[in-house]
């Protein structure tokens, strides 16, 4: 019989690699906590129509990349592609926007694209999304957060901002125009993907990886000349806050995003740490996009962050805490006829010592077995529990990672033995 395997682009997490997540994860989810965002969490299944509405009809992600299906009532369904469309809805749907919210959220997301490192099918994101706050201080506040993140996860010279705005509607239209106008001239000079886009989405063809692409844009119109003036004044709020709060940044005026919903501040934190320059968080302002899909007209901003190229960097440029592997303090062998006693003081253990990760050694073996588990296991002590020390209430404690001789001590005096 064919052995079943993962889907392409799916990927497991094996015991080994979790400790990283969690890592990751508790270090993101107290720095949120910290800043007064509250999680929330929306479904990984949507309507179809969320996801088209909001991210756009012309974009990559809804032409190309979408899981979407029928489900069982003919309804058109679709695995979330990114996570501010759904929380834009459960905002609206359960009355949040009446006040401004700070949410954060984190889990996989969905695209059928080619798997590369640091890219995959099934993918996660940390994502923030602020909404009711107008000014250029709250876009300044989350990029003050994501640069404390950086410091706090030792990357911070690892990781470039780049910084742009896209203005409101009307000078979008007015840039488009004269970004049209001059690529049609030039058409022919053009990649076969940004001809294609020419005609839908010419915005995207700014972020074109083709060489002789790049080069004919170095001479087309700079969007940052077509800003209208609240949109130029905001940028300028934006840079001088970033500014005095010590956080660098670089202008990129080519810098457009790959959704249409975003406008005025958009921006990305690139690093070149893994080959190729790669985004390892991005977003900007979509101050239209809660009234597009129904509510009010709302202020809205956010990022998304994708964990697996972070991990992937705190890995190869190896700064992550020396004991992250291990799993377990202690590992308590039980040799003989001395499962209930064994079983009893690790509970003890516990209630008195929460911080302890206790393993208790099950099904048996000989004490030489039991010790190889126990030294595999990583544990700093192997705690031994065999028939004498059960009669006596004691535990003899074998130190596994230093030079110290094992003693046996009393059962009552073992907790405070292990927190000296």
């Given at each position: 019989m064919?052995?079943?395997?993962?889907?392409?682009g799916m990927?497991?997490l094996?015991?080994e690699q979790?400790p990283?997540?969690?890592?990751?994860?508790?270090?993101?989810?107290?720095l949120?906590?910290r800043?007064?965002?509250?999680e929330?969490?929306?479904p990984?299944?949507?309507a179809?129509?969320?996801?088209?509405r909001?991210?756009?009809?012309?974009?990559d992600?809804?032409?190309?990349?979408?899981y979407t299906f029928?489900?069982?009532?003919?309804?058109?369904?679709t695995l979330?592609?990114e996570?501010?469309?759904g929380?834009?809805?459960?905002?609206?749907?359960?009355?949040?926007?009446?006040q401004p919210?700070?949410?954060?959220?984190f889990?996989p997301?969905?695209?059928?694209?080619?798997p590369?490192k640091?890219?995959?099918r099934?993918?996660?994101?940390?994502?923030?999304e602020?909404f009711?706050?107008?000014g250029?201080?709250?876009?300044a506040e989350i990029?003050i957060m994501?640069?404390r993140l950086?410091?706090?996860?030792?990357?911070?010279?690892?990781?470039?901002?780049?910084?742009n705005?896209?203005?409101?509607s009307a000078?979008?239209?007015?840039?488009?125009?004269?970004?049209?106008?001059y690529l049609t001239?030039?058409?022919?000079q053009?990649?076969?993907?940004?001809?294609?886009?020419?005609e839908?989405n010419?915005?995207r063809i700014?972020d074109?990886k083709?060489?002789?692409?790049?080069?004919?844009?170095a001479?087309?119109p700079?969007?940052?000349d077509f800003l209208?003036?609240e949109s130029?004044?905001h940028?300028d709020?934006?840079?001088?806050?970033?500014?005095?709060?010590?956080?660098?940044?670089?202008i990129?005026p080519k810098l457009?995003?790959?959704?249409?919903?975003y406008?005025?501040?958009?921006?990305?934190?690139?690093?070149?740490?893994?080959?190729a320059?790669?985004?390892v968080?991005a977003?900007?302002?979509?101050d239209g996009?809660v009234?597009?899909?129904?509510?009010?007209?709302?202020?809205?901003v956010?990022?998304?962050?994708g964990?697996e190229?972070l991990?992937l960097?705190l890995?190869?440029l190896?700064?992550?805490?020396?004991?992250l592997?291990?799993?377990?303090d202690?590992y308590l062998?039980a040799?003989g006829?001395?499962q209930?006693?064994?079983?009893?003081?690790?509970?003890?253990?516990?209630?008195?010592?929460?911080?302890?990760?206790l393993?208790?050694h099950?099904g048996?073996?000989?004490?030489?077995?039991q010790m190889?588990k126990?030294?595999?296991?990583?544990?700093?002590?192997?705690?031994?529990?065999?028939e004498?020390?059960a009669a006596?209430?004691?535990?003899?404690?074998?130190?596994?990672?230093?030079?110290?001789?094992?003693q046996t001590v009393?059962?009552?005096?073992?907790t405070?033995?292990l927190q000296?």
């Amino acid at each position: 019989m064919k052995q079943l395997r993962a889907i392409r682009g799916m990927n497991d997490l094996l015991p080994e690699q979790s400790p990283v997540w969690q890592y990751v994860e508790s270090t993101l989810s107290e720095l949120f906590a910290r800043y007064g965002y509250s999680e929330i969490r929306t479904p990984y299944l949507e309507a179809t129509q969320l996801f088209s509405r909001a991210v756009g009809e012309a974009t990559d992600i809804v032409e190309k990349e979408m899981y979407t299906f029928d489900d069982k009532s003919g309804d058109s369904v679709t695995l979330r592609p990114e996570g501010t469309a759904g929380t834009v809805r459960a905002a609206i749907q359960n009355n949040l926007l009446i006040q401004p919210q700070r949410l954060w959220y984190f889990g996989p997301m969905f695209r059928y694209e080619r798997p590369q490192k640091g890219r995959l099918r099934q993918f996660h994101q940390f994502g923030v999304e602020v909404f009711g706050i107008e000014g250029p201080d709250i876009d300044a506040e989350i990029l003050i957060m994501t640069a404390r993140l950086w410091r706090q996860l030792g990357i911070s010279e690892h990781v470039k901002l780049q910084l742009n705005s896209l203005g409101n509607s009307a000078s979008r239209a007015a840039y488009r125009e004269a970004l049209v106008e001059y690529l049609t001239a030039r058409r022919e000079q053009l990649d076969e993907d940004s001809q294609r886009r020419l005609e839908r989405n010419p915005l995207r063809i700014l972020d074109s990886k083709n060489a002789q692409t790049q080069e004919l844009l170095a001479e087309a119109p700079c969007l940052l000349d077509f800003l209208d003036e609240e949109s130029a004044a905001h940028f300028d709020q934006l840079r001088a806050l970033l500014d005095a709060a010590g956080v660098a940044y670089e202008i990129n005026p080519k810098l457009v995003r790959g959704l249409d919903y975003y406008g005025k501040t958009v921006f990305e934190w690139v690093t070149d740490s893994l080959g190729a320059q790669g985004t390892v968080c991005a977003g900007g302002r979509y101050d239209g996009l809660v009234e597009q899909m129904g509510g009010k007209s709302t202020p809205a901003v956010g990022f998304g962050l994708g964990v697996e190229r972070l991990v992937l960097m705190l890995e190869t440029l190896e700064v992550l805490p020396e004991a992250l592997g291990q799993q377990v303090d202690a590992y308590l062998v039980a040799v003989g006829d001395v499962q209930s006693a064994a079983l009893g003081a690790a509970e003890r253990l516990r209630d008195e010592l929460p911080w302890l990760r206790l393993q208790t050694h099950c099904g048996g073996g000989s004490f030489k077995s039991q010790m190889k588990k126990a030294d595999k296991s990583g544990a700093d002590y192997a705690l031994i529990i065999g028939e004498d020390e059960a009669a006596a209430g004691q535990v003899t404690v074998k130190y596994l990672r230093a030079e110290a001789p094992q003693q046996t001590v009393a059962l009552s005096e073992l907790t405070a033995l292990l927190q000296s």
